[in-house]
């Protein structure tokens, strides 16, 4: 017994003295390679070269393919040789619609948004549920300015807080925000009275939606921050502030919300380092009680190593899991390819909010559609991913929705619940485990819906059309059916409601979805990574026919 104890107290002492007993703070912003964003009216555009020669596609390598909302029946057989003939040929219809998308590209990238969306809203077909939105107004503060229906709305919410009856502070205040979303402070109070009679998430639904609708209103979004925070969601509170420094980088407030930004990040990690410090414990002493049973110490060790890189934070993780994942997967070298990916992904990851990490961007040798985002902004995604997706608008929502994976700590999260030593060997190939495991992270409802919501978000704020990830969606769905399921639909379940709930979330907070696609330079990159595939195949089927032979 006395060999348990002795165990014990070594893995507490290590786990207690070592330096990787501390979460890593954030010690400068993350290497990322952006290029100018070009000015814009309402919508910041993308990041794109606007030399014609490079967004112009070959007629032979970049053929235009059939849209998530361009053809009118869906494949309902296995993919064929027939099947790829007529994705390789598509209709008159589909050529002249993208023909139509690639022109208003061009006009986007030169800056004429108007003419640039009339073609967008030729080419597109609108949502089935959902109505256009109409004009926004400008934002006032002074209540004085609110029409007169409006002013007595107010008043009666101010009566009714004074005298503390609910019926006339709600009923007040929800007309107030629905009729005149533009008076500022009506969400505040609205969002203020829901939390002091315990709807916090009702709440928080308020003051979301309504920054959404004025994100550059700093009354609004202090409001968001200060609920997040006092409902210990600090990692929201500290991504919203960061969000509002990045996108407005000259506004007077924007240092002040950097510094918000900061102390929040700091409470998050706080609260992670306690819960993993408990986690690290509770594991040293189960790893010792191992031994006692096994006679084994790679019981205790296990735990106390795992422990010691978990309490490391969260780019540990991710580099030392890529640092794996790099060995195991066969991984795309094309720069072109490899730089195509990289641009997008880093231009996601400027506006994602989360400045303490080192983004990095991998493509899989793999025809399959899936990608999977590590701790701490390692996001691999495959080159099936980007054959079968019809834009670049497409390929940057799979890329946003995982990147707010990793942004929001999802990974990292389900790593740390639970059995710690379990968690580990079932995410980290620990000790000759195997990558596969690396992409079944099993995200619950919430999770996902977090990542759609910050998805979109981010998708929208660097310029590309908001219903990327919807398209995406619809494309997965309908190449799936009758077909072996992709692996990222196992992982991340597409359902009907899912694309409308997606459709809504454009529709009512405003985001565009007739900015940028990106199809000519898409199809270039397509038409290469299905060489470099073709190429994979044919070398793998030689290698099979040498082993049989042998």
Request: no cysteine; proline share 6%.
């Amino acid at each position: 017994m006395k060999l348990v104890w002795n165990s014990l107290a070594f893995a507490l002492v290590l786990w207690s003295t070592s330096p990787a007993a501390v979460l890593a703070e954030p010690a400068s912003p993350p290497t990322v390679i952006v290029t100018p964003v070009p000015k814009k009216t309402e919508t910041t555009t993308p990041t794109e070269n606007t030399d014609t020669e490079k967004v112009q596609p070959s007629a032979e390598e970049t053929k235009p393919e059939p849209s998530p909302e361009a053809s009118e029946k869906p494949d309902t057989k296995p993919e064929s040789d027939t099947d790829k003939a007529e994705e390789e040929n598509p209709t008159p219809e589909e050529i002249a619609r993208q023909e139509k998308i690639i022109e208003a590209d061009k006009l986007y990238l030169g800056g004429q948004f108007a003419a640039a969306e009339k073609l967008y809203r030729e080419a597109k077909a609108p949502f089935s549920d959902a109505t256009e939105k109409t004009e926004r107004k400008e934002p006032i503060t002074d209540a004085d300015k609110l029409a007169p229906a409006g002013r007595v709305y107010w008043r009666e919410a101010q009566a009714g807080l004074e005298q503390k009856l609910e019926s006339k502070i709600f009923v007040p205040l929800q007309f107030l925000v629905e009729q005149y979303p533009e008076f500022i402070p009506g969400h505040v109070q609205y969002a203020k009275a829901l939390r002091d009679y315990n709807q916090v998430e009702k709440s928080l639904q308020v003051l979301e939606r309504a920054s959404t609708l004025y994100p550059a209103e700093p009354m609004l979004l202090k409001a968001k921050i200060a609920a997040y925070s006092q409902n210990k969601k600090w990692l929201e509170a500290s991504l919203s502030a960061r969000q509002f420094a990045l996108l407005n980088p000259n506004h007077p407030e924007a240092k002040e919300f950097e510094i918000l930004a900061q102390e929040n990040l700091k409470r998050y990690q706080s609260h992670l380092r306690a819960e993993l410090r408990g986690n690290a414990i509770a594991n040293a002493i189960t790893g010792a009680l191992s031994y006692a049973f096994t006679g084994s110490l790679f019981g205790p060790l296990t735990a106390v190593e795992s422990a010691a890189l978990m309490l490391r934070g969260e780019s540990a993780v991710g580099q030392s899991v890529a640092k794996q994942a790099k060995r195991q997967l066969p991984l795309v070298e094309d720069e072109e390819v490899l730089n195509y990916v990289r641009e997008i992904g880093n231009k996601l990851a400027t506006v994602a909010g989360r400045q303490d990490f080192e983004y990095e961007f991998y493509v899989v040798l793999d025809d399959d559609l899936n990608a999977f985002a590590l701790p701490g902004g390692k996001i691999f995604v495959n080159a099936g991913a980007i054959a079968r997706t019809h834009s670049e608008a497409e390929l940057a929502g799979l890329l946003a929705h995982e990147l707010s994976h990793a942004v929001l700590s999802h990974g990292f999260q389900l790593v740390t619940q639970g059995n710690l030593t379990a968690s580990v060997t079932e995410f980290i190939p620990y000790a000759g485990g195997t990558v596969t495991n690396l992409i079944v992270f099993d995200y619950s409802r919430d999770m996902e819906r977090q990542a759609d919501i910050l998805g979109t978000r981010i998708l929208s704020s660097t310029g590309y059309a908001a219903d990327g990830m919807r398209n995406l969606m619809v494309t997965l769905n309908k190449q799936d059916r009758d077909r072996p399921i992709f692996t990222w639909l196992s992982t991340h379940p597409i359902t009907d409601e899912r694309t409308r709930y997606l459709e809504s979330l454009i529709q009512s907070n405003g985001y565009n979805r007739y900015a940028y696609e990106g199809v000519a330079r898409h199809n270039e990159i397509k038409a290469k990574v299905k060489k470099i595939l073709d190429e994979a195949k044919k070398k793998e089927k030689e290698r099979k026919r040498k082993r049989d032979r042998n």
